[in-house]
């Protein structure tokens, strides 16, 4: 029996705000590039290197990403890879997606300086005690 498995799983920051729009069927798809980091030793130096990857989403996933995913987010991705192409002048460039089938954002939503300035009060308080 032959098995196969096509699963990523990465942690990154988005390295622009989501691209959103809609198939002619109306379905919402979002685009959004993540970067991850990566270290490793070459002639003896330890070197860093950053990969970039092309999330995309689709359905209501898309929706939440549009309203709460800007430049610079932390992300927990899960999906899988699916490759295609496009032309350019005549010639295929190959393309390699990650569609998102689960995400975290890994952030503090989005909340005014007030709100967690109460939160950070209520928090040294609570330690205090």
Do not use: C
């Amino acid at each position: 029996m032959s098995k196969t498995v096509n699963r990523v799983i990465l942690v990154g920051n988005t390295g622009n705000d989501p691209d959103v729009r809609e198939t002619a069927s109306g379905t919402p798809v979002a685009h959004v590039s993540l970067a991850t980091n990566r270290r490793f030793r070459r002639n003896g130096e330890e070197r860093r290197r950053t990969d970039w990857h092309r999330l995309t989403f689709w359905g209501r996933q898309a929706e939440t990403v549009s309203q709460y995913v800007k430049k610079g987010a932390s992300l927990y991705v899960e999906g899988h890879l699916e490759y295609g192409s496009f032309e350019r002048d005549g010639v295929a460039i190959p393309t390699v997606d990650v569609v998102a089938e689960d995400f975290v954002m890994l952030d503090r939503r989005s909340e005014s300086s007030s709100d967690r300035a109460a939160d950070d009060a209520a928090e040294l308080e609570a330690a205090a005690v």
